[in-house]
């Protein structure tokens, strides 16, 4: 069946993703040169300026593209867990965000286009649309925690998907502090406290 010209472009955009994907992965977000995406992709940078803007385009569909597989594996994390105990749930989901703030490269990212979106203007009402999206998955998330163990939780659902973006980005700025709980245990007790679960150990 021969494709649409939407599916051929929607087909050469996953590849330029999923090129530059790997080269971040492999050599940095510094190093991440449109050129060596395109020809690693097998298309030309006609085509790369076909389906982005710009630089800055690509890097925010990438990390669009790494938090909806977050909130993805997250979701079937929470499914899973579900079977056990409130507790079991939230230990789950701080331990793949305290795994998600330590994946270097996504990190060295989100900074990168924190910081660009403080000095472009422009940019930062892309930026800002894309994290509204963020939230509003988390929050869909959280909401399904909150339906299924009848929780009361202490702020609505978007705030504290907010607050965990928050907290998320700012432990990938902050880095390694000396004679810090680790990561999980900071993510597990601002979880508790939200949603109003006893603490335990």
Request: overall charge negative.
């Amino acid at each position: 069946m021969r494709k649409t010209r939407e599916q051929s472009r929607q087909e050469t955009r996953q590849r330029l993703i999923a090129s530059a994907q790997a080269a971040i992965v492999r050599d940095g977000v510094g190093a991440l040169s449109l050129r060596g995406i395109c020809e690693e992709a097998g298309y030309s940078q006609g085509a790369f300026y076909s389906n982005f803007a710009s630089r800055d385009e690509l890097l925010l569909s990438l990390m669009e593209h790494y938090i909806h597989a977050e909130v993805e594996a997250l979701r079937d994390l929470v499914q899973f867990t579900q079977q056990g105990t409130l507790d079991d749930t939230l230990s789950a989901v701080a331990g793949r965000l305290a795994s998600a703030a330590r994946d270097t490269q996504w990190s060295l990212l989100a900074i990168e286009l924190q910081l660009h979106a403080q000095r472009d203007t422009q940019f930062a009402d892309a930026y800002n649309a894309a994290k509204t999206n963020y939230h509003t998955e988390f929050a869909l998330l959280v909401d399904d925690v909150v339906r299924h163990f009848g929780l009361t939780p202490a702020l609505p659902s978007l705030q504290i998907a907010i607050g965990l973006y928050a907290l998320w980005s700012g432990l990938v700025v902050q880095g390694t502090v000396a004679g810090a709980f680790p990561r999980d245990q900071l993510f597990l007790a601002f979880l508790r406290a939200i949603a109003g679960a006893p603490h335990v150990g």
